[in-house]
């Protein structure tokens, strides 16, 4: 290799409550960091050049890239504040009355759960900054139902474009993460304003990339490319994390006269699912076929003791997502260790 700095890309997948476990992953992480550092106030964000997230990734992308009120270029939120937001307001999000489950048919006639609970959240922790006040690229994907194609909010274009007076790119970051998360069945359609003014009725990026490592591969073989001096995958480190999985195995003679109310919440989880893995083997693919299998790293917790629904954040549950979240920390203890001492190595002026 040259001594070219590799450009850090963290990816996180979509799943719901189950970020919880992504989350703590990268709790560990950065206590790792902070300790090979001697940097006891470094953050997740200062060691990688992008990060992409779907959903509940999309959320902790927001959360984890937050500027600090007193230093703008700087991160307001630690790795531990950022999954505290599932842990602590999980089971505000993720409540249903009564008369709301009866009236939806459990998510099947009307979404299941009241958005106003989720945009209450997103307000407290967020507020009003806007996507271009973040301190690092990120892309976080979304999916225009009316215009029919993928949306991506990227802080780059946000704020290169504000810079020259369009806002057409910019967008409260709330709404951001609203829309990111709004899943099928679960939350109604959110509806995104540019600061230009324009309209977006979005619905969660899981539809098209749980897993946005890909996506943000090609983003960065773009905006991190000079001139004809383009970027590629040996130039790139990506560190992806997913989710665990919601699939369950269907035996044949129950699933083989299913009809439509059947198959709404199991074809949503085999999607996801199965984008998730086919990213993660296309990448394996082309990381190993140019000799630079070490230069992408993929960590997909297993469940133990919590259970898999996108949505079960019963305090048993938020509980058990927690244990499991450090159990799997512990579990892929050398992995990060790998990926620690590959960030550390391509810092900027390290």
């Known amino acids: 290799m040259s001594n070219k700095k590799l450009i850090r890309i963290l990816s996180i997948d979509g799943g719901g409550i189950r970020g919880i476990l992504p989350g703590k992953i990268l709790v560990a992480l950065e206590e790792k960091l902070q300790k090979r550092d001697n940097n006891p106030n470094a953050r997740i964000a200062d060691y990688f050049d992008l990060i992409a997230g779907t959903s509940t990734g999309g959320i902790l992308t927001c959360i984890l890239l937050c500027p ?10 630690s790795a531990k504040q950022a999954v505290e937001l599932y842990i602590k307001n999980g089971t505000q999000i993720f409540s249903v009355p009564m008369w709301k489950r009866f009236q939806s048919f459990d998510g099947i006639k009307d979404e299941k759960y009241d958005s106003g609970n989720i945009e209450s959240v997103l307000k407290q922790y967020l507020g009003n900054l806007k996507l271009s006040q973040l301190v690092k690229p990120c892309l976080i994907t979304a999916y225009d139902v009316k215009r029919s194609k993928p949306t991506f909010f990227r802080q780059h274009r946000a704020s290169d474009r504000a810079a020259d007076g369009n806002q057409a790119y910019d967008f409260y970051l709330r709404e951001v993460a609203r829309a990111t998360s709004a899943a099928p069945t679960y939350f109604e359609v959110a509806m995104a304003n540019s600061l ?51 699939t369950r195995s269907h035996e044949y003679e129950k699933v083989k006269n299913w009809g439509v109310i059947e198959w709404i919440k199991p074809v949503l989880d085999i999607m996801m699912d199965g984008v998730s893995k086919t990213i ?66 391509n810092k900027p002026n390290a």
Not at 68 to 77: G, I
Not at 210 to 232: G, I, V
């Open 196 to 246: 230009s003014g324009v309209s977006y009725p979005l619905i969660d990026g899981g539809v098209f990339a749980n897993n946005p490592a890909l996506c943000a591969f090609a983003e960065a073989t773009q905006y991190f490319s000079q001139d004809t001096d383009k970027l590629t995958a040996q130039e790139m480190f990506i560190f992806s994390i997913g989710t665990s999985s919601a």
């Open 280 to 345: 993660d083997y296309q990448l394996m693919q082309i990381y190993e076929a140019i000799g630079r299998s070490k230069q992408y790293v993929r960590i997909n917790p297993i469940l133990n003791e919590a259970k898999s629904e996108m949505d079960d954040a019963s305090p048993t549950n938020l509980k058990a997502l927690v244990a499991d979240g450090v159990e799997n920390a512990e579990r892929f203890d050398d992995v990060l260790d790998r990926v620690v001492e590959m960030l550390i190595a």
């Open 68 to 77: 600090s009120e007193t230093e703008p270029t700087k991160p307001k939120y």
